[in-house]
């Protein structure tokens, strides 16, 4: 029998002005569950959660917490949510514990329970040994960890974390996920939005793709990343230098029919009906001088969607 | 369930924490009032036994060796409302254009024919020369009057001088002027302690509700703000807590400033002691005021913070916070009577070295607290404004 859904939204549509963040995205999280939600940058991912936590109201659609609406309470919908922005929501100047102690008394909370929250939500976080450090002697990864702590003080049920390992290196990454697969067995409700691949792979019970607000697929990793045999076989590259225009159209004669090019700024994108027509395009395109740093081809939809408009570099560097 | 009253004072004692965490800058804040009122105290002290007797510089030039211009030079040199020493023309020029002195009077070749003038009797009359800094009006008239005394004073004697010879009081004008100081509290003494110490205090409670501001500014845009709207806070919460937290650390720097003043300089509160402390609060309020105005208004920090700075020192400087009020222009002296700082200031100075009673300061009091709730509620209305557009996402 699955879990009760925590969160849910439903038909939900952000705008900023003209330009639609959000497009009628539909999505339940249930109780126990990571759900993580993937895509590039502008994709509308921070503005769904904007939306679930309740900072921003959607233009239409309804988004409710245990079956309740914000409007309805929302004192006790702000109970529900553990907000866990990009960016370390914490005061630098104040110490560890002042900064959980403050966060704590908006919630509500005081004396000896609050006391006893601090501590406990420090130790989840393994900060006890810094309790009474400034926050501007952290690093950023513990930075990060008191900036979850502050989101688990008044133990919401749902936690709602803003690409919380952006600024975080590898290492700090694993164990920001150990601590999240924790919270999650202890039953909390876990939404995460992240434009890393490997962390919604490794890191979430399901994963929604958003692709210009919309959201184009919602499933398990497993499931999202079976390749799509039937499509066009298509290769991602990153541009050591951007080639002159004179040879992109010289090199776009050569290929025909057979292969598409298309370079914007210094990313690539090579499609071919095959996988030997798209390693034959490749293998013309690298004859005539162009320089790649890196490529990628996408195994499936969570790929393709990640790369159609990712500026990063991408892992796979060439042999 | 938290109460309105426990969540503002939550995010009073946040920021409470927030002033302290960086000590030197708090310390400062203490500081920076005492040394600027200090300073302007003692540019504008005058002891008690020399206010009577100050005496203008200035410098006498002698063009003409008649003894009558000679002993006009004489009583010119030893007036006691001058003090004047004699130089050439060059020198003269020289030193006045550089405003040291501003003022020189020159006796002209032929002045000594003043000696035969007659009331009545048309004479070709020899021009007194008066060189003076383009700056300086006062010390000009000062020294018209003065050279008039003297010289009609020499004309006289020489008339008369047979007649009165003799007599140690002769050509003496035939009245004595005698100076009486008239306020509403005749044993009131000017101290000008009290009144930097009034005027430095309001100046920097008004830099330091900006500084508050400018903090409520740089906090909502970081993540901070966004976790405390995640929160159930209300906005009133918000604001309220940090009107609180402005205006109590507004409220210490006015005790401690006072304090200073008075072991330091005896600024004294002569007047009524409830008249100052509900001036203090209300000065305290507007200080609260002006920084959630800022933060309401300001935009971005930097350009807040310019924009505050120009209308701080403008309200300052129109208000009498820096040299008394009555030393400005009359039409300023009236503008500013549209200004919260006027009123404090007015109400600050009766209670302090004026003797003004409860009632004497009720006005200030009326007119600076009443300022200070407009500006809170048109401040509390913009920020209510902009928090509802970053709601519904600027739509």
């Not at chain 2, 913070?305 to 009359?330: E, T």
């Amino acid at each position: 029998m699955p879990l009760p859904v925590t969160l849910s939204l439903v038909d939900v549509t952000v705008s900023y002005g003209d330009r639609v963040a959000v497009d009628r995205l539909s999505l339940e999280v249930r109780r126990g569950e990571i759900v993580g939600l993937l895509g590039p940058n502008g994709s509308g991912k921070s503005s769904v959660l904007a939306v679930a936590a309740g900072v921003l109201d959607p233009t239409t659609g309804t988004v409710t917490m245990n079956g309740r609406e914000r409007s309805a309470d929302p004192a006790a919908f702000a109970a529900c949510v553990g907000l866990v922005p990009q960016e370390a929501a914490i005061y630098d100047e104040l110490t560890a514990v002042e900064n959980l102690w403050f966060f704590g008394e908006l919630y509500g909370l005081s004396g000896s329970d609050l006391r006893r929250r601090v501590m406990r939500a420090l130790a989840r976080v393994k900060l006890l040994d810094r309790a009474e450090h400034r926050v501007n002697t952290f690093s950023g990864g513990l930075k990060q960890r008191l900036n979850l702590a502050a989101a688990l003080l008044h133990d919401p049920p749902v936690l709602l974390l803003d690409e919380p390992t952006a600024s975080l290196d590898p290492a700090s990454r694993d164990a920001f996920f150990v601590d999240l697969t924790r919270f999650r067995d202890d039953g909390h409700t876990i939404l995460i939005t992240t434009h890393h691949l490997d962390e919604a792979e490794c890191g979430c019970d399901r994963v929604g793709v958003l692709d210009q607000g919309k959201l184009v697929a919602c499933g398990s990793p497993t499931e999202l990343l079976r390749p799509h045999a039937a499509e066009r076989a298509v290769l991602y590259g990153h541009l050591r230098t951007r080639p002159p225009k004179y040879l992109e159209r010289a090199i776009r004669r050569r290929l025909g029919s057979r292969a598409e090019l298309e370079v914007t700024g210094r990313r690539l994108r090579l499609s071919a009906n095959t996988s030997e027509e798209l390693g034959e395009a490749l293998a013309m395109l690298l004859a005539e001088g162009v320089e790649l740093d890196a490529y990628r081809t996408p195994a499936g939809a969570l790929e393709r969607a990640l790369l159609e408009n990712n500026e990063e570099p991408l892992p796979q560097s060439l042999p | 369930m938290t109460s309105r009253l426990q969540l503002t004072l939550a995010l009073a004692r946040k920021d409470w924490r927030l002033f302290w965490a960086d000590r030197r800058s708090a310390v400062l804040c203490f500081i920076v009032p005492v040394l600027l009122a200090s300073a302007f105290g003692m540019i504008f002290h005058r002891p008690a036994h020399i206010t009577t007797g100050s005496k203008l510089p200035i410098l006498v030039v002698v063009e003409d060796d008649d003894p009558f211009t000679r002993q006009a030079a004489a009583d010119l040199l030893n007036s006691s409302r001058f003090d004047a020493r004699e130089v050439t023309r060059s020198e003269a020029e020289a030193a006045v254009s550089e405003r040291r002195p501003a003022v020189a009077i020159v006796l002209p070749a032929g002045f000594s024919r003043l000696k035969n003038w007659r009331p009545g009797v048309p004479n070709e009359r020899p021009r007194l020369e008066l060189l003076h800094h383009p700056t300086t009006t006062a010390e000009r008239q000062l020294a018209e009057g003065v050279i008039t005394e003297v010289v009609m004073k020499r004309i006289v004697s020489e008339s008369v001088g047979n007649f009165m010879k003799g007599r140690e009081d002769a050509p003496a004008p035939p009245f004595a002027i005698v100076p009486a100081s008239v306020s509403p509290h005749p044993q009131a003494q000017f101290n000008s302690y009290s009144h930097s110490f009034c005027g430095m205090t309001l100046q920097y409670l008004l830099f330091w509700g900006m500084e508050s501001g400018l903090l409520l500014l740089r906090e909502r845009q970081r993540g901070v703000w966004i976790r405390i709207r995640a929160s159930a806070a209300p906005l009133s919460c918000v604001i309220a807590g940090k009107a609180l937290a402005t205006g109590f650390v507004a409220l210490l720097q006015v005790l401690v400033t006072f304090c200073v003043g008075n072991v330091l300089f005896d600024v004294k509160i002569d007047g009524s002691v409830i008249g100052f402390a509900l001036l203090a609060v209300a000065a305290c309020g507007l200080a609260s005021a002006t920084g959630l105005l800022v933060a309401a208004i300001g935009g971005t920090e930097a350009r807040a913070r310019s924009i505050s700075i120009v209308v701080i020192l403008g309200v300052s400087m129109l208000g009498g916070l820096w040299v008394p009020g009555f030393l400005l222009p009359a039409w300023v002296q009236e503008v500013s009577l549209a200004l919260p700082t006027t009123w404090a200031m007015r109400g600050l100075e009766s209670v302090t070295w004026q003797r003004g009673g409860f009632f004497d300061a009720l006005p200030s009091f009326v007119a600076v607290a009443g300022f200070a709730v407009v500006l809170l509620a048109v401040a509390a209305l913009k920020l209510r404004m902009t928090e509802r557009s970053a709601r519904q996402g600027h739509r």
